[in-house]
């Protein structure tokens, strides 16, 4: 299954060109999480997503800093599926 993640930073940002590429690469669920800097550790919809995925599905993103700020971080995500799985 195809899902995606979306994420503004600030308030005033809006998801709309994110959740129109989303939808146009066949996402059939997309979490978005919105007002929240790529700095922060706490994502609430990237949490449920990461969780939601499983062996086979593909995770779309916008941009892959909506994902992660850093290699650290897209590591950091990328290893807690594969432990998962």
Known sequence: MKYGYARVSTDDQTPALQLAALKKAGCKTVFKDDGLSGATTKR??????LKKLEHGDTL???KLDRLGRSLADLIGHTTLNVLTW
């Open 60 to 62: 779309i993103l916008w």
């Open 44 to 49: 609430p919809a990237l949490l449920r997503c």
